[in-house]
C-alpha cells in the first residue's frame, strides 16, 4: 500500500484509510486488512471517474502520465528558433515586484510555480529559462490550451470543404444529441454560447467537469446532456463544447482528432519534438478534445508564432487567414471570468493581443504589436495574471 500511495503522489482517499493502520500499533495487520476492505469497496462500487478524482485529485502538470494517450508524430524535418547567446534581462513588472522580495526575474518565476517561460520576437529565442528539474525537452500538459488548437483544426475543416460553416447545426454531425439540440451551431460551440447544460466545476467529484476529465466513455457521457436555455443567449464557459467540436471535426473529416492534428498542424509546422493527446481510455479512444495536449514548450510556442503570422508557416498558409482573423476579433459580448473578451477559444484583447489559457497557468500570449510571443508553463497559477504580466514585460521591448 506504501507503493500505491507513492506512485500517485497525491492526497487521497486511500491515503485516507491507510492511517487506520496507525491508530493501533498493537495489532496493525488486522486494520491494514479492514483498510484493504474498505479501499476494495470503494474502488469497485463507485464510478470510475470518480474512483480516479479521488486516486487523482485536482488536475496537476504530471497529467498527461497518468492517462492512456495516442501520440502525434513529428516531420522529417524541424523548425528551430534562433536563440540570442544571453536571455534578455527582465526587470519585474512593479505590480508583482512583492515589496522586491525577489532579487532576480528567474527567481519571482520560480517562486510562482513557473516550469517553463519563453518569449520569441519574430522568429528569435530571446528568453528561455525552464525550472524544478524540466527542461526543453520536458513533454508538459497544456490543459485548456488546447482548445485553441481545436479551433484552428475546425477552422482547417472548413477550409477543405468537410465543414460547410459555423453556422451549420451540431446534431448534422452528432446525431446521438437528438433534435433539442438542432438549433446549436458550431459557432455556438466555439464561442461557448451553446446553452447546453454543463457544471464545469473542478473541485467536486460529482461535477460535470469531473466525469469528463476523470472518465472513460465520451461518447456515452454526451447522450446524457440535456439543454439549460436556447443556443447564442448568454456566454458560459463549459468544457463539453470543445469536445464537441473535436468529435465534429472528427466525424466530418473522417479521420481521428489527432491524426488530423498531425497532419495539419504538427508536422507542417515542423515541430521539433512528437507530442501527445490525452484520451479517455484505451478502449474507447476518444481525445480529450477539451484539454490535454502533451508537448515541449517551444512548440507551443510555434503555435502562438503561427498565429502571429496569420496563419502561414514558410509561405504555407496553415491555418485559413480568414479564420485567424475572425477568431482574434471581439465578435460579441462574451466575457471570461477575468472579464477577457472570448472568441472562437480564445481570449482577445482590444488591444490586440490574443491568448490561449488553461489550468495552473498554461499559456500562449500573442501581442502582434511588437511581433511578441510568449509562452508560460506552470504548477500552479500563484496569483498572477500572466497575460497582463507579459503585456507588462512587452512595455520593456
Request: glycine content about 6%; some cysteine.
Amino acid at each position: 500500500m506504501k507503493w500505491f500511495i507513492n506512485k500517485t503522489k497525491s492526497f487521497n482517499f486511500a491515503a485516507i484509510i491507510i492511517h487506520l493502520s496507525d491508530l493501533k500499533k498493537k495489532k496493525p495487520i488486522i486494520y491494514i486488512l479492514i483498510a484493504i476492505a474498505i479501499f476494495a469497496i470503494f474502488y469497485v462500487t463507485l464510478p470510475r471517474h470518480i474512483v480516479r478524482y479521488f486516486i487523482w485529485n485536482y488536475a496537476d502538470i504530471n497529467d498527461d502520465r497518468k492517462f492512456d494517450k495516442l501520440e502525434v508524430k513529428k516531420g522529417k524535418t524541424s523548425f528551430y528558433f534562433n536563440k540570442v547567446s544571453i536571455n534578455t534581462r527582465f526587470k519585474i513588472p512593479e505590480k508583482n515586484s512583492g515589496n522586491d522580495r525577489y532579487e532576480s526575474f528567474d527567481q519571482f518565476l520560480e517562486e510562482k510555480g513557473t516550469v517553463a517561460f519563453l518569449v520569441v520576437k519574430n522568429d528569435t529565442l530571446i528568453y528561455e529559462n525552464y525550472f524544478e528539474g524540466y527542461d526543453s525537452s520536458s513533454i508538459i500538459p497544456s490543459f485548456s490550451v488546447s482548445k485553441s488548437f481545436v479551433s484552428a483544426l475546425v477552422g482547417i475543416a472548413i477550409s477543405e470543404g468537410y465543414i460547410y460553416s459555423t453556422g451549420q447545426s451540431i446534431t448534422f454531425f452528432l446525431k446521438e444529441l437528438g433534435p433539442e439540440f438542432d438549433k446549436i451551431t458550431i459557432g455556438d460551440l466555439l464561442n461557448m454560447r451553446s446553452g447546453i447544460k454543463f457544471n464545469e466545476g473542478y473541485n467536486s467529484p460529482f461535477a460535470d467537469m469531473a466525469k469528463y476529465y476523470y472518465g472513460t466513455d465520451l461518447k456515452r457521457y454526451i447522450k446524457e446532456l440535456t439543454i439549460n436555455e436556447p443556443p447564442d443567449q448568454t456566454y458560459d464557459y463549459i468544457s463539453v463544447n470543445t469536445l464537441l467540436l473535436g468529435l465534429i471535426v472528427e466525424r466530418a473529416t473522417n479521420t481521428k482528432l489527432t491524426k488530423y492534428l498531425e497532419q495539419k498542424i504538427w508536422q507542417p509546422l515542423q515541430m521539433e519534438s512528437d507530442a501527445s493527446w490525452s484520451i479517455d481510455s484505451e478502449k474507447n479512444q476518444t481525445e480529450k478534445a477539451f484539454c490535454c495536449i502533451n508537448a515541449v514548450a517551444r512548440d507551443f510556442a510555434k503555435f502562438g508564432l503561427l498565429y502571429l503570422k496569420e496563419g502561414n508557416w514558410n509561405g504555407n498558409q496553415v491555418v485559413p487567414k480568414k479564420w485567424v482573423k475572425k477568431s482574434i476579433s471581439i465578435i460579441n459580448d462574451s466575457r471570461d471570468s477575468q472579464g477577457y473578451p472570448y472568441t472562437c477559444q480564445w481570449r482577445v484583447l482590444e488591444n490586440g493581443t490574443f491568448f490561449a489559457k488553461g489550468i495552473l497557468g498554461q499559456y500562449i500570449i500573442v501581442y502582434p504589436a511588437k511581433n511578441l510571443v510568449f509562452v508560460r508553463l506552470g504548477k500552479r497559477y500563484a496569483d498572477v495574471d500572466w497575460a497582463d504580466f507579459c503585456l507588462d514585460l512587452s512595455t520593456q521591448l
